[in-house]
């Protein structure tokens, strides 16, 4: 798909077929998501796919915005050491999968993620060594909706040389 | 150009060619960032696109590591009112301009941007009422350098299952 085309169609997507997600195709996001800009060229993330079942129930059982992710094909965990610019790099890595799932044909969708009271129990719960943030959880699958949703449009948004 | 060719092949370019960049484009790119996803809705953010010689000279000046922004096409300066999540939201919409900027034959640098002790001076020095913070500088040029910079393995930062 072409990238344009892809980030502009993006939407969050919280309800999907029950329908696997190849593994290639998982990997190929998470190349994606590596190759995400970092500052200072630290790179300080780590992304941890979950498909297993329990895992993901678990996980959406503790979010307060994620319930979907019980029935997602697939839950990325986005977890950064905790630098200086921790949640950028994370962030960046982040809409990199999105994006990319986009251009793959699924459907996906943001769950806070960093700030987030249950972030420290998820990265626990996930294996994390201490020191890691959690900043996104990406829940993934083949969509069954197909969200259209309205935003602020470019001339509000758009400033040219000063605000 | 493919999504994830454009998301695979993005590094971060700081020498740029003497040649503008056509009007068209950049609302693109600010186009791209308005349809980033954003936390409850709120889509907190500006974009200002700065062409002006002067003030680029003068935001380069003010920055540690962007005096490239001197001799950059452009300078997207990313702004966020102070949300909860406007980080997440800016940092996702600032990583659909460098993709986008790709896919247009567009090299692109992110320069911090927030928690920068200069950030409230740019602010002000482009117009921006209080309450907003600036998430990032994007600049912005048709390359004049290829950069390619090994990142870390796909085998070292994907976890199946647990970290």
Redesign the interface.
């Known amino acids: 798909?072409?990238?344009?085309?892809?980030?502009?169609t993006?939407r969050?997507v919280r309800v999907f077929q029950p329908k696997p997600i190849p593994k290639e195709i998982l990997?190929?996001l998470?190349?994606?998501?590596?190759?995400?800009?970092?500052?200072r060229?630290v790179?300080p993330?780590?992304?941890?796919?979950?498909?297993?079942p329990d895992?993901r129930k678990w996980i959406a059982a503790k979010t307060y915005f994620g319930p979907f992710i019980a029935d997602a094909a697939a839950c990325v965990a986005v977890?950064c050491r905790e630098t200086?610019?921790y949640?950028?790099d994370g962030?960046?890595a982040?809409?990199?999968i999105?994006?990319?799932a986009?251009?793959?044909g699924l459907g996906s969708c943001?769950v806070?993620?960093?700030?987030k009271p249950y972030a420290p129990e998820i990265c626990q719960k996930?294996?994390?060594?201490p020191g890691?943030r959690l900043i996104?959880l990406v829940a993934l699958g083949y969509p069954a909706e197909n969200p259209q949703?309205a935003?602020?449009?470019?001339s509000q948004?758009?400033?040219?040389?000063?605000?």
């Open positions: 798909m072409d990238a344009i085309e892809a980030i502009k993006r969050s990997e190929d998470i190349d994606c998501a590596r190759l995400a800009p970092t500052a060229g790179e993330w780590e992304f941890i796919v979950v498909t297993d895992t977890l200086k610019y949640l950028e962030c960046a982040t809409e990199n999105l994006i990319a986009r251009a793959h943001w806070a993620g960093d700030k996930l294996g994390a060594p890691y996104s949703k935003k602020r449009p470019l948004v758009l400033h040219w040389e000063r605000f």
